[in-house]
């Protein structure tokens, strides 16, 4: 029998601080989010691995490492409103929930969004908004937002996350081809003033929607 708090415990110390992920507020996020309720039954042996996991319809919940150093990238004080583009799991949503005062969180496949719900719920994480759509367009209605983060890899940044984010607010998303991206960092620093920064070598899911890629196809 796995005994999940200190499979986490190890996860945190091994993948996440040695690795130099220091923002005390992500990794006590990270010890507390119990990951193997997000992941199928047959995989919860290997929820605490260092590893992305498939979760069906094409897509995957985040490498831990990935979820801790996105998050610490946002560099979150605890009042901020996130957009999230891409629940799939809930995983990363939970976890920004630890560390902001409400995360609205956009899923394209409704079923996903539908698991993703139940567990929340079950965490009674309700500072959580989830919707079906296309995350590509950003959530007008609930602009502008102090943060956005983006768990799948674009061609290019979109620029409605540009237009939804607050002056001061950081955008972190992965950019570049389906097979590669660089993790990006987006500073809003004016109306039209941006800063970019490159943070790292990542492999995301595609981007789908109108100001990502078309298709999930090659």
Not at 60 to 75: E, F, G, K, R
Not at 84 to 109: C, H, M, N
Not at 116 to 139: E, F, P, Y
Not at 155 to 164: A, G, S, W
Request: proline share 4%; hydrophobic share 40%; aromatic share 6%.
């Amino acid at each position: 029998m796995i005994d999940f708090a200190i499979a986490r415990r190890r996860m945190v110390e091994q993948q996440i601080i040695a690795r130099g992920v220091d923002d005390q507020r992500v990794i006590d996020a990270m010890m507390q989010v119990p990951r193997h309720l997000f992941v199928e039954s047959g995989l919860q042996s290997h929820a605490y691995s260092d590893a992305s996991l498939p979760i069906g319809e094409k897509q995957t919940i985040s490498q831990p490492y990935m979820v801790a150093a996105m998050s610490a990238a946002l560099d979150l004080q605890g009042h901020e409103r996130i957009l999230e583009i891409g629940t799939g799991s809930g995983y990363q949503s939970a976890v920004l929930s630890l560390l902001v005062k409400r995360v609205y969180s956009i899923e394209r496949i409704s079923v996903l969004a539908g698991r993703a719900r139940k567990v929340l719920d079950q965490l009674c994480m309700s500072n959580i908004n989830i919707k079906v759509g296309d995350g590509t367009i950003g959530w007008r209605d609930q602009a502008p937002f102090d943060g956005i983060l983006v768990a799948a890899g674009a061609p290019d940044i979109p620029t409605k996350y540009l237009q939804q984010l607050d002056v001061g607010g950081k955008l972190v998303l992965p950019v570049g081809d389906r097979s590669q991206q660089i993790l990006m960092r987006v500073t809003r620093l004016g109306d039209d003033k941006f800063k970019r920064e490159q943070l790292m070598d990542c492999r995301f899911v595609p981007l789908i929607g109108e100001q990502g890629w078309l298709t999930d196809e090659d």
